[in-house]
């Protein structure tokens, strides 16, 4: 599987690091991260994105509209934005492409391929609503980072690792990461 990952400038950048730490190594990660994510881990956890990588994954730079993941003929298979800031919503739900995150999810809108958008915002203006609709209408998976409570989760890691859990879900990523509902 080809997986584009765009973590952009929304509070959880922590999120994006452990899903791609806990990426099964048949999951060809492709990575980008905005200007606005680079300054949000930094601010979070003190860290740069190149000390906190550990996989073996392609990361680009949000400039680089050439980049391969910019192109259908790349074959991605889906994408995620975690977190999903306010303002990579809006500008997916009108079609600006000014970097290679708007640039591959309108590719990915196009050739009809898997997209996850986690916003990490709360709570929910009517603005923000209205794009996560429009969206959700044109088959993209609005899948913010809610807890459920069924799994028992222990801690703040343990959240964690349930959220990603159902994110490996969504794009069918076979995972054992939480306790699954068995009634």
């Given at each position: 599987?080809k997986?584009?990952i765009?973590?952009?400038?929304?509070?959880?950048?922590?999120?994006?690091?452990?899903?791609i730490?806990?990426?099964?190594?048949?999951v060809?990660a492709?990575?980008?991260f905005?200007?606005?994510?680079?300054?949000?881990?930094?601010?979070?956890?003190?860290?740069?994105?190149?000390?906190?990588i550990?996989k073996?994954v392609?990361?680009?730079?949000?400039?680089?509209?050439?980049?391969?993941i910019?192109?259908?003929?790349?074959?991605?298979d889906?994408?995620?934005?975690?977190?999903?800031?306010v303002n990579?919503?809006?500008?997916c739900?009108?079609?600006?492409?000014?970097?290679?995150?708007?640039?591959?999810?309108s590719?990915m809108?196009?050739?009809?391929?898997?997209?996850?958008?986690?916003?990490?915002e709360?709570p929910?203006s009517?603005?923000?609503?209205e794009?996560m609709h429009?969206?959700?209408k044109?088959?993209?998976?609005?899948?913010?980072?809610?807890l459920a409570y069924?799994s028992k989760?222990q801690?703040?890691?343990?959240m964690?690792?349930?959220?990603?859990?159902k994110?490996?879900?969504?794009?069918?990523?076979?995972?054992?990461?939480y306790k699954r509902w068995?009634?």
């Amino acid at each position: 599987m080809k997986l584009i990952i765009a973590v952009t400038g929304a509070s959880g950048v922590n999120l994006s690091l452990k899903f791609i730490d806990n990426l099964p190594e048949d999951v060809d990660a492709y990575i980008v991260f905005s200007k606005s994510a680079k300054l949000a881990l930094k601010l979070e956890n003190n860290k740069k994105v190149s000390q906190l990588i550990n996989k073996n994954v392609t990361i680009y730079n949000n400039n680089t509209i050439s980049a391969p993941i910019a192109s259908g003929s790349f074959g991605a298979d889906a994408m995620i934005i975690l977190p999903c800031s306010v303002n990579t919503l809006a500008k997916c739900a009108v079609g600006i492409s000014d970097s290679l995150i708007t640039r591959a999810f309108s590719v990915m809108l196009k050739e009809k391929k898997n997209i996850i958008l986690a916003p990490r915002e709360m709570p929910y203006s009517p603005i923000f609503l209205e794009n996560m609709h429009k969206l959700s209408k044109l088959n993209v998976t609005i899948a913010p980072p809610v807890l459920a409570y069924y799994s028992k989760q222990q801690n703040l890691d343990e959240m964690e690792t349930f959220l990603i859990g159902k994110w490996y879900d969504l794009l069918n990523i076979k995972n054992n990461l939480y306790k699954r509902w068995n009634g």
